[in-house]
């Protein structure tokens, strides 16, 4: 007899599968054929699974029930979503894969759960991924995190501020020094590099990094602080661990990778026990992929791999590329408890300006990094006052003072001017749940 679907497969729920020796992947897909109303999405699912893991598309001798039961990926959920259209087939499924495929190797594991399955539906995305405990403990994860970073620099209960140096490229190393002088003045917690910038013509590496770790040790002199630079040292991944040692070697207390170099190399530099210095993500690669990958899985994916700080998508950006419920999700996933592994700094980001820190630190919370580029050295009082505007606007919301009411104190009139040019953003207001206006409720007054 033969059935329709694979026992191995579909006699599965998530209650009663080794979840500690398995990852489970949350898939939404929808599907639809014009003018048919039976659309076996069984057969779609199952299909998707054994892509990831065993089959093909014509069933061969060798894959035995004992293979698919030992190595294919099972449905533990179908969740379907009710749809008006009769051709439309809509649902979230999730798929267990057993660890024992691949075992710490994060290529191969994306190969499982993020490869093939996209040529299956029209419109699929993987919006979630669980790691079993058997996996999670061959990962380090970040060796500083929101606490290490906090130490680094000593600050304490409330949100950094870090300068993002301008022009992405084109300086020459004196410039890209001099910049950062005049924000660490200004009381900037962190610098870092543009993720463009490499090793340009007239600024490599080893030209800017001594430059600049000596502008910020005379600042520190000054100010009783020193800044965090995360020097961008992204390259070819042959050469990126030689790249991140020659560093650390000039001075460097902070390093920055883009995504584009791939997880596993990544994973290779913030591992290295000869690199001790945080390791930042920046996640612009990530944006080819946001169609078919939600931004809290590959964040949870680059926290497991060891990113100290990792740029998160917020709406109130000028890059508003998700809803605010996914870019708080994002943050969500950094910093929530997950065994052994520390917290990611979450970096809401993109066009970001001091009246807007009401609203960012008040979704976000204290435990993020803010990154401006234009938003701290755009200030019409140059680059020192810009820097000193950013912490002017966090103290005064850490101190529950309104924006507007703080920028009228003579101490702040970095803040001041900084709202004179950019403004203020009040949060929008929705109703009160759903309820209509006349079932609101509505302050009182007594004698």
């Known amino acids: 007899m033969k059935r329709y679907y694979d026992p191995e497969i579909f006699l599965q729920i998530l209650d009663g599968i080794d979840l500690d020796n398995h990852v489970v992947a949350s898939y939404y897909l929808r599907d639809r054929l014009e003018g048919q109303k039976f659309l076996d999405h069984f057969s779609l699912v199952q299909a998707l699974g054994l892509e990831g893991s065993t089959g093909t598309w014509e ?94 620099t000593g600050v304490q209960g409330r949100p950094l501020s870090l300068h993002i140096i301008k022009p992405k490229m084109g300086m020459t190393p004196e410039q890209t020094a001099n910049q950062v002088r005049l924000t660490a003045l200004g009381g900037a917690d962190m610098c870092k590099d543009d993720e463009m910038l490499g090793d340009a013509y007239n600024n490599t590496m080893e030209q800017r990094l001594p430059l600049v770790m000596d502008e910020i040790n005379r600042a520190a002199d000054k100010t009783g602080k020193r800044m965090i630079y995360l020097c961008s040292i992204t390259d070819e991944p042959h050469k990126l661990l030689d790249k991140a040692r020659r560093a650390v070697d000039l001075g460097a207390n902070g390093l920055l990778i883009t995504y584009s170099v791939g997880l596993g190399a990544f994973r290779e530099i913030t591992s290295h026990p000869d690199i001790n210095v945080p390791v930042m993500l920046h996640a612009s690669h990530m944006i080819a992929m946001m169609k078919q990958i939600a931004w809290p899985v590959l964040a949870k994916l680059c926290r497991l791999c060891g990113a100290d700080l990792m740029l998160t998508p917020t709406m109130w950006s000028s890059i508003p590329m998700v809803s605010m419920e996914e870019g708080l999700r994002t943050s969500f996933v950094k910093l929530a408890p997950w065994g052994h592994i520390k917290r990611t700094f979450p970096m809401p980001c993109a066009g970001v300006y001091p009246g807007l820190a009401e609203v960012i630190i008040g979704e976000y919370g204290p435990d993020i990094i803010i990154p401006a580029g234009g938003g701290m050295l755009g200030h019409p009082d140059g680059y020192t006052a810009g820097a000193q505007s950013w912490q002017q606007a966090i103290a005064a919301v850490m101190a529950g003072v309104p924006l507007a009411e703080a920028a009228k104190k003579p101490e702040n009139h970095a803040l001041r001017r900084a709202l004179e040019k950019w403004g203020y953003m009040e949060r929008p207001k929705t109703p009160w749940l759903r309820l209509a206006p006349e079932f609101q409720p509505r302050a009182m007054k007594f004698d």
């Open 59 to 152: 069933k061969v001798e060798e894959d035995t029930e004992e293979v698919r039961r030992a190595m294919s990926s099972k449905m533990v959920g179908y969740h379907e979503i009710p749809s008006d259209d009769p051709y439309v087939k809509s649902a979230v499924v999730q798929l267990a894969f057993p660890i024992r495929a691949w075992g710490d190797n994060i290529p191969m594991m994306l190969l499982a759960i993020a490869g093939n399955c996209f040529a299956y539906s029209k419109h699929i995305m993987l919006t979630d991924l669980f790691i079993g405990k058997e996996l999670l403990k061959k990962f380090q994860g970040p060796k500083f995190g929101v606490e290490g970073i906090r130490k680094l």
